[in-house]
């Protein structure tokens, strides 16, 4: 069993337990920062495995939540609705992602982040002309529905199908990124040139991990309007994808359990800080400032860079200690 | 089917108005090692640029084995077993000596871009992965980053990833560019070994390792070739000792 598991199994072991002490902690809280934890792991999936900064990360996350919203208020009835609502959440999102993503590979660098990030304001435009999307209301009172049976409307129940989801998505995206694609598109983010060179399509990767990343951010946002009730033209905003962003970086690009732990902070940062109103912004923004400054890696980032330096530091010691009581002694004075 | 594993007609690139490399024929034959030489300016990095489709011809053709492969992309002339080497090391910093090559490997599985399945599943190529690093004398190095090796090693591994796809033919940019008096002998070995069964095509200026390892010479100067042969024939070529001593202008 690899690292990573155990400690995903030993964080999913005391998420059980979030139900029974609502005092201490707050099932809804505790969802919110698994959806935008979900959302994090997805755009980590692009930027810190396969090196592209995307944009557009809001628009998958909102198309999903928009296409589940809108499917739940039809037929949220029926037995099937929920696993297939949803289900046409996550499609929606992989297909918009195929459409950015296909037009924006074909340049490098800034002017790809660009190009998500017009492409996305379209579909945040989109979102407020159609009708089906409520336009400025956005979509409200979703129902929940029910899984396999499962009656999701009380919040103790959700809590439980919204962490089973979570680890599922999770672990989809540890599986990608140790996989023999995975392994490729780590090549890419190193050296592209050299990639090519060993015979493979970069384009095409990048375009694969585009479309994956989109999915499983639309996974999280589908997941969202569950839990919430509610999708707004928030979801699609440009704000939404600098925050997903921020939450990555502050965690730790590029890492397994940096993002979790970057949309932890900043999800808990405006919740707790509500109080003080608009200012949460700037305290979050001075954290950024810090973490950029003193610890570019992030939290996670930092962490696993000194548990590592430590080691060799460990390895070198024992290389050089010479042995054991052989040390001359010194010569009296 | 003609002896030369690589050849050009009529190889043209403009750049704007200025004519970079123009009307090259170039033959290179199976099993030798070529050398690509030539003044500064003289188009040699441009025709290495046009071989591995980094630029599109303006003119002419690009033969391999007989086959046109002109308006191929970089990925597949390396499908067809064409691989290049770069110019400064071309390593994937942030992974494994082994896993560099593993990489190179991978794409025998047809694997590449399955998703679901786990790392372990490239756990088969581990012992290819480890005897072609003790072949070019890595494989105690084999865990360690390969942004940690000192720069000839980089150069080593650079050429481990290469033999791992076993190409029959091998494009080389400056092989021994940047790199210390020992270091340049131990590449040279290791060019001899590699070439066996193999067709070398080379860009070099260290005209020791050309006149000890390369078969034949062409001589760039002004993006046309000037002169063709041996070591012994090209050196002693008037018009050669004029273009890199200056001639006249001197």
Known sequence: MSTTFKIFLVLCAALLVVPFVPGLIYPVFVMKVLCYGLFACAFNLLLGFTGLVSFAHAAFLGSAGYVTGALMIRFGGHPLGMPAAFLAGVAAAALVGFAIGGLAIRRKGIYFAMITLALSQIVYFLAVQFRWTGGEDGLQGIPRGSLFGLDLSTDTTMYYVTLGLFAVGFLFVDRIVHSPFGQILQAVRDNEARATSLGYDTDRFKLIAFVLSAGVAGYAGALKALVFQLVSLNDVSLHTSTEVVLMTLLGGVGTIFGPLVGAALVVGLQNYLATIGDLVTVVIGLIFIVCVSFFRRGFVGEFLHLRRRRSERAVRRKALRPAPETSPAAEPA | ?250
């Open chain 2, 1 to 250: 089917m003609s002896d030369c594993a690589l050849e050009t007609e009529g190889l043209t690139k403009m750049f704007g108005g200025f004519t970079a490399v123009r009307d090259v024929a170039l033959q290179v034959k199976r099993h030798t090692i070529h050398a690509l030489i030539g003044p500064n300016g003289a188009g040699k990095t441009t025709v290495f640029n046009l071989l591995t489709k980094v630029h599109r011809p303006t003119g002419g053709r690009i033969l391999y084995e007989g086959t046109d492969i002109t308006a191929d992309t970089p990925a597949t002339i390396a499908r067809r077993g064409i691989v290049r080497s770069f110019q400064i090391s071309a390593t994937f910093p942030h992974m494994s000596v082994r896993d560099n090559v593993r990489v190179a490997l991978q794409r025998r599985l047809g694997t590449q871009y399955q998703f679901w399945r786990s790392i372990r599943s490239l756990s088969v190529l581990n012992e290819r992965a480890m005897e072609l690093l003790s072949e070019v004398g890595l494989a105690d190095y084999a865990e360690a980053n390969a942004a940690d090796l000192s720069y000839g090693r980089k150069r080593t591994l650079e050429i481990a990833t290469t033999l791992a796809l076993d190409p029959p033919l091998l494009l080389l940019d400056e092989p021994t560019q940047g790199m210390a008096l020992e270091d340049v002998d131990r590449i040279k070995q290791l060019i001899r070994k590699i070439a066996q069964g193999r067709t070398i095509l080379m860009v070099e200026h260290n005209m020791s390792v050309v006149s000890d390892l390369c078969h034949t010479i062409t001589v760039l100067q002004r993006g046309e070739i000037l002169a063709q042969g041996s070591y012994g024939e090209v050196s002693n070529d008037p018009a050669v000792k004029s273009a890199y001593l200056g001639g006249g202008h001197a």
